[in-house]
């Protein structure tokens, strides 16, 4: 697949923000819409796919005022808004208690929803993955991840954030069957956001975690947010701010390959900050990569996690 030059720009924008507190005083949400996102967002079924991995490590989750501040100006601009995540164990309504997400959508015409009800879809490489029909049902899908170090992936954003929209364990059971195999695992993470209704990203990089991840990790304060309609393009952007090789980002490295539009500068267009404008030197990789599978026996006891974290 062949970049096509003919095709305009895509559009990321990027906003400073310095704390939490001033997406509600500094109409930064709007701002990011208005340069980069949809045109209208009245009567439109959105769901809003916030990063929730575990109750234990609050960094591991998204920031509550920021899916709040997201989600008050989808419901202030007509939208249908739905919120939802599906962890690989346990449930993402307990992580979303846990960390503060359901109290900063109190008040809110918002509904919460777990993502399950798998439907199985042929990827365009031919691996069939279980995603939830209540992700493909959305008009639109506002991916709002917190940008993190990642010991198997480097780095995960927009792109990895989508994963997500696959039901419970059967991401686990993803890692456990292809995370070794070549680059399965990385040709599925690459072919997700194809196959879900359009989407808006907006990554969320003001306290991001570095060192290890996606939970453990050291908070690192990076103040910036970025958001575009191409997970690809976002990710490009912070990859260039942190002057990354792509070798080093097994996703990356995999869009690269198969030349997926928004993974190059020259596909893209900055209609608000450009990325030599800030500095993001701070932020520190995991030292070594772990490989993407999951061994048998820890898909086993994470099942039994899971259905634990159920109930308990």
């Given at each position: 697949m062949e970049s096509d030059t003919s095709l305009s720009p895509i559009p990321v924008a990027l906003s400073r923000c310095n704390s939490y507190k001033a997406l509600f005083t500094d109409q930064i949400i709007k701002t990011l819409f208005k340069a980069a996102g949809p045109d209208s967002l009245k009567n439109v079924h959105v769901l809003v796919k916030p990063n929730l991995v575990t109750p234990r490590d609050p960094l591991a989750a998204s920031?509550?005022?920021?899916?709040?501040?997201?989600?008050?100006?989808?419901?202030?601009?007509?939208?249908?808004?739905?919120?939802?995540?599906?962890?690989?164990?346990?449930?993402?309504?307990?992580?979303?208690?846990?960390?503060?997400?359901?109290?900063?959508l109190k008040g809110l015409d918002v509904e919460f929803s777990e993502l399950d009800k798998p439907k199985n879809i042929k990827l365009p490489s031919g691996i069939s993955v279980g995603i939830s029909q209540k992700a493909l049902d959305a008009d639109l899908i506002i991916n709002c991840p917190r940008f993190k170090a990642h010991a198997q992936a480097g780095i995960t954003a927009a792109v990895k954030n989508f994963f997500g929209c696959v039901t419970g364990f059967r991401k686990a059971f993803a890692h456990c069957k292809y995370g070794d195999v070549g680059t399965l695992f990385e040709t599925i993470l690459t072919e997700i956001p194809a196959v879900l209704p359009p989407s808006f990203s907006i990554v969320d990089a003001i306290t991001a975690m570095d060192r290890t991840g996606p939970s453990g990790g050291r908070p690192c304060h990076l103040g910036v947010i970025a958001a575009s309609v191409s997970p690809f393009a976002v990710d490009t952007v912070f990859y260039n701010m942190l002057n990354i090789p792509a070798d080093l980002l097994p996703v990356h490295r995999e869009a690269l390959?198969?030349?997926?539009?928004?993974?190059?500068?020259?596909?893209?267009?900055?209609?608000?900050?450009?990325?030599?404008?800030?500095?993001?030197?701070?932020?520190?990789?995991?030292?070594?990569?772990?490989?993407?599978?999951?061994?048998?026996?820890?898909?086993?006891?994470?099942?039994?996690?899971?259905?634990?974290?159920?109930?308990f």
């Open positions: 920031e509550p005022d920021f899916i709040g501040a997201v989600c008050s100006f989808l419901v202030e601009m007509g939208a249908k808004v739905k919120v939802g995540d599906s962890p690989a164990f346990g449930s993402a309504r307990r992580v979303a208690m846990k960390s503060g997400i359901l109290d900063a390959r198969r030349q997926i539009r928004g993974t190059s500068l020259e596909d893209i267009s900055f209609p608000l900050e450009r990325p030599q404008d800030f500095n993001l030197e701070k932020f520190r990789l995991p030292e070594r990569l772990q490989q993407f599978t999951f061994h048998p026996v820890r898909l086993a006891k994470g099942r039994l996690k899971s259905l634990y974290m159920r109930f």
